[in-house]
């Protein structure tokens, strides 16, 4: 079935230092990609998506490059805020397959230090 | 900007209790979504809801689990007997239309059963 590894967390980073979170797929389809983000004591939000290979995806300062070759979607962001500290989830679903559920990733959380 | 809300926020129950979940879903969203997030773990995809009827349904949502649009604008998760494995975030999500139509989720409904 249609399932998502990321990295294990917890990440901790000092304030502006370059952030990946790495994650990869396996879909019986052509998924669309996502990256959700969850704050503290919040629901998902979602921070970017892209929905065919080489797209890039992009929002707030973080990217994600849909690469079919290696099914990886790893997120980045060149210089990461205190702001950022939260959970990370990547995601897929599988357009025009059933009801499109998302399949989620275990999540990633970051701490950024000051 | 359009959101979709949960309540309540918070619900503690007795094991074998009934509870209800609600959910307001954006308004011109045509599909709904709940999901499970016990703690710690990844968030899960629990039944999908299209055209007043169920679309598609995970193995974890079991006869205990019932789904329902009672009135055009609620959407309700109810479990007719808690148990405590039950305990975790219910997230509740709707999507509007479209093969690549992103899914918008509400701040989830942490229930607690004791």
């Known amino acids: 079935g249609d399932s998502v590894t990321q990295m294990e967390g917890p990440v901790t980073l000092s304030e502006e230092a370059f952030l990946t979170i790495n994650c990869t797929y396996t879909?019986?389809?052509?998924?669309?990609l996502f990256w959700y983000v969850q704050y503290p004591g919040e629901g998902l939000q979602l921070l970017l998506k892209a929905t065919k290979a080489d797209d890039k995806g992009s929002n707030k300062g973080f990217e994600a490059t849909y690469r079919k070759e290696t099914t990886s979607f790893h997120l980045e962001k060149g210089s990461v805020q205190v702001s950022d500290s939260a959970v990370y989830f990547c995601a897929l679903t599988v357009p025009n397959q059933g009801a499109q559920k998302l399949v989620f990733g275990q999540g990633t959380r970051l701490t950024i230090n000051p | 900007e359009p959101e979709v809300t949960q309540t309540p926020s918070h619900q503690v129950t007795q094991m074998g209790q009934e509870v209800i979940l609600r959910c307001v879903p954006i308004s011109n969203h045509l599909y709904f979504y709940w999901y499970r997030q016990i703690l710690g773990q990844k968030v899960e995809f629990l039944v999908s809801f299209y055209n007043n009827e169920i679309s598609e349904k995970s193995e974890i949502f079991d006869d205990q689990f019932s789904v329902e649009r009672p009135d055009g604008s609620n959407f309700t998760l109810k479990i007719r007997s808690t148990k405590l494995e039950d305990s975790a975030m219910y997230f509740c999500?709707?999507?509007?239309?479209?093969?690549?139509?992103?899914?918008?989720f509400g701040p989830g409904t942490r229930l607690t059963v004791l």
């Open positions: 879909a019986t389809g052509y998924p669309s």
């Open positions: 999500a709707s999507r509007r239309t479209g093969s690549t139509d992103t899914q918008y």
